[in-house]
């Protein structure tokens, strides 16, 4: 936070200097289009808890494991929160002026926010802090919005500064999430099976609505040229629609654990994954028609059908933030 205020004190100094620049409303005809391109980044505002991870809840969970009770402790459990965003924007805007004061602008954008922690959960053997099994898993996400809106200012021919508010609307992104997981299994007195998966999947949204506000200043430097930075407030809540695994590779191992030798090998990649188990369909409610897991058989899980997509409860993000943006501004 201290360093958007601080980009934004030099924002409004910038705007507070111009009667040192003997500015006064140009009488000369202006420019009826412009185009800008420039770029920034993103700091997120009010951060909330991370959606589910399938079955994992978004939590930082230690636990430790007494092989001769076979109980699971609990040692820590520490809720992780954040936001998608916090990341890069960059983009290309058209604009008309209405005349000196308004213009309407039109801007394409791409996003790309930084990567959170979504889930991670470790398990030590107790008494040793030998790892008997962990899972991670991280996402960010991508988008390409247009963002319509209305400019105001008061028509300087030097440091002219301006606000602009409209819409953001998104029409394409993904959430995109990695995982990371390792299991050690004992299926005897004598052999353990470990299993290591690496698995990404992306989730894809909803179409939806946001909102935009900025607050900007902008310095000629040419003839046609300007350049421009301002400060903007975003706000776009995206709802989760379907998800898919992309890429799944899971290896398993049977050990001896006397002798370390390999008893047995097991492999299952993404065409082996069912339906079910590749493709989820998000829904605001789950009832007893709805295909939720009946089991599980190793890393295996059964479905009610594995030929149809399973459900979920819908999920949601926000890939809006506060941030900092500069470009240049060419009048046409």
């Known amino acids: 936070m201290k360093r958007i205020t601080m980009l934004s004190t030099v924002i409004f100094l910038l705007t507070g200097l111009h009667p040192l620049f003997a500015q006064s409303p140009s009488t000369a005809p202006a420019s009826k289009f412009y185009l800008k391109a420039g770029g920034g980044y ?33 040692i820590s ?7 998608y965003g916090a990341g890069a924007r960059g983009g290309i805007a ?38 008997a099994g962990s899972i991670e898993s991280r996402g960010y996400a991508n988008a390409f919005d247009f963002a ?31 995982t990371t997981a390792n299991t050690n299994t004992p299926v005897s007195a ?10 990404e999947e992306e989730v894809h949204p909803n179409i939806t609505l946001g909102f935009q506000g900025a607050l900007g200043v902008v310095i ?18 995206a709802e989760s629609k379907k998800k898919e695994v992309t890429s799944y590779d899971e290896n398993t191992q049977v050990i001896n654990t ?7 090998t097991q492999h299952r990649g993404l065409e082996d994954l069912s339906t079910a188990e590749r493709h989820t369909d998000y829904v605001t409610t789950l009832d007893q028609n709805s295909n939720t897991p009946v089991g599980q058989e190793g890393a ?22 506060l941030g900092v943006t500069a470009g240049i501004r060419f009048r046409l």
């Open 42 to 74: 993103f700091f997120s505002v009010f951060p909330g808890q991370f959606p589910d991870v399938g079955p994992y809840p978004p939590h930082d969970i230690r636990q430790s494991y007494n092989p001769a009770n076979g109980e699971t402790t609990t």
């Open 94 to 131: 058209f604009g008309w002026n209405i005349n000196r004061y308004i213009a309407l602008e039109g801007a394409i954008n791409y996003y790309h926010s930084k990567e959170n922690l979504m889930t991670r959960q470790v398990t030590t053997v107790e008494g040793t802090g030998q790892e």
């Open 300 to 321: 295996q899980t059964e479905y009610k059908d594995n030929n149809r997509p399973s459900n979920d409860l819908k999920s949601y993000i926000n890939i809006g933030g």
């Open 258 to 264: 006397s002798n370390g030798q390999v008893i047995s």
């Open 220 to 237: 000629p430097v040419g003839r046609r040229l300007d350049i421009y930075v301002e400060t903007e407030y975003r706000n776009v809540p």
């Open 190 to 199: 004598s052999a353990v099976a470990q299993t290591a998966i690496h698995r």
């Open 77 to 83: 459990d520490k809720v992780l929160t954040g936001s």
């Open 148 to 178: 319509p809106g209305i400019v105001i200012n008061p028509g300087f021919e030097k440091i002219n500064p301006y606000v602009r508010f409209g819409m953001v609307i998104p029409f394409w992104g993904r959430l995109h999430i990695e």
